[in-house]
């Protein structure tokens, strides 16, 4: 009888918990949450028609300087890595030979200028002896004779004296055009004959584009056509020309055609550089396109997500050329239909979406 109580209480608390049970909660959505999303409307733009490649660049002004007479080379002035300037001083050579024979050539030069006179004068005698007639006609002639061939000796002597002012000139090696030394190859001491390179120099301003196509596309490229050419170590930026030639052959190593392109430098490019280059080959007055993110691949291909009463519907679309963030719909969407951009990814065909509304712009 002790234990009676107890019982009792344990016996209410069972009958209380045998009451209703807790209705579910009213209202509860059916399904995945609806995916965040944010929309795009199909637009209908002109677009250039182009053919893309990734070509390399040279230079078409790289001289090498080479010696135009002999000697010891006295003085280095320029070393590889240097920009240096049309005229600019590169190197000398020893001008020993060359200052002695232009005082030979000078020493040369006034003795037959003093013989030229001299015979001059007397030819002048002779004609007048000979007006007068004191002398036959023959002699007079000889003396025009002896007069006109030291004329020549004289022209002659003046000639191998410009010849030498030229060779004492070209001791001096001065750079032909605005560059960059590329490679030094002589040292103060050597000693060079004529011909032998002195320095690698390479001009960067005007530069030339090779451009690999495959065979398919010599129909629809042609000199003339304009080039754009984006910078792989500056993106954003962009460059323009011109195809210049197109080579008429198909090269045995790359089997690729070889697109011309000259370019003038603003100095963003290097020799031996890579671009990304584009020739405009036509254009199209009315494309349909969507921005990047809105074409994902899936099984069935490349698809859009059409946006139609808060539901994402799959569709297979064909696309084009892309340009600026935006992709090309050839074939499977129309102007002006809504497209998921981001989040698209995520999607999959009927997924529920909620559209997220831009951030308000900032007073």
């Known amino acids: 009888m002790r234990f009676a109580p107890r019982v009792s209480l344990l016996v209410a608390l069972g009958l209380a918990g045998c009451g209703n049970k ?9 399904g995945p949450p609806a995916s965040i999303i944010t929309t795009a409307r199909a637009q209908s733009i002109a677009l250039d028609v182009t053919e893309d490649t990734l070509g390399t660049l040279e230079a078409l002004i790289d001289p090498k300087i080479s010696a135009e007479v002999a000697g010891r080379v006295t003085r280095v002035l320029a070393h590889t890595g240097d920009h240096v300037q049309k005229g600019q001083p590169l190197a000398e050579l020893d001008a020993t030979d060359q200052h002695i024979q232009t005082r030979v050539d000078s020493a040369e030069v006034n003795r037959l200028e003093a013989l030229a006179a001299q015979a001059e004068r007397f030819a002048e005698r002779q ?3 000979v007006a007068k007639g004191f002398i036959a006609r023959n002699g007079a002639e000889d003396s025009l004779a002896q007069r006109d061939a030291l004329r020549a000796q004289l022209a002659n002597a003046k000639a191998r004296g410009n010849a030498t002012q030229a060779s004492l000139g070209r001791t ?8 960059i030394i590329e490679t030094q190859i ?4 050597d000693y060079v004959k004529v011909g032998d390179p002195l320095f690698r120099l390479i001009s ?15 129909g629809r490229i042609r000199a003339g056509q304009p080039v754009r ?21 198909i090269s045995d190593s790359s089997r690729a055609l070889d697109v011309l392109v000259r370019v003038d430098n603003d100095g963003s490019l290097l020799s ?4 990304n280059a584009s020739i405009v080959t036509g254009r199209k007055p009315a494309a349909v396109v969507v921005p990047e993110q809105s074409v994902v691949l899936r099984p069935a291909g490349k698809v859009v997500y059409v946006i139609t009463d808060g539901k994402a519907g799959q569709r297979i679309i064909e696309a084009g050329v892309k340009r600026n963030g935006r992709i090309e719909i050839v074939k499977g969407l ?5 497209v998921a951009e981001e989040g698209a990814g995520f999607l999959t065909d009927g997924a529920a979406v909620s559209v997220k509304k831009p951030a308000a712009a900032k007073p």
Do not use: C, I, M, W
């Open 186 to 189: 002589v040292s103060p001491g």
């Open 272 to 275: 031996g550089g890579t671009v």
């Open 229 to 249: 050419f984006a910078l792989p170590h500056a993106p954003g930026k962009t460059l323009s020309g011109t195809v210049e030639d197109v080579k008429p052959t």
């Open 127 to 129: 004609q007048g002896l």
């Open 172 to 179: 001096k090696v001065v750079a032909p055009v605005d560059g």
């Open 334 to 338: 129309s102007e002006g239909e809504t």
């Open 22 to 30: 807790p209705e579910p909660a009213a209202n509860k959505p059916a």
């Open 204 to 218: 960067n301003r005007v530069l030339r584009a090779h451009l690999p196509y495959p065979e398919s596309a010599a």
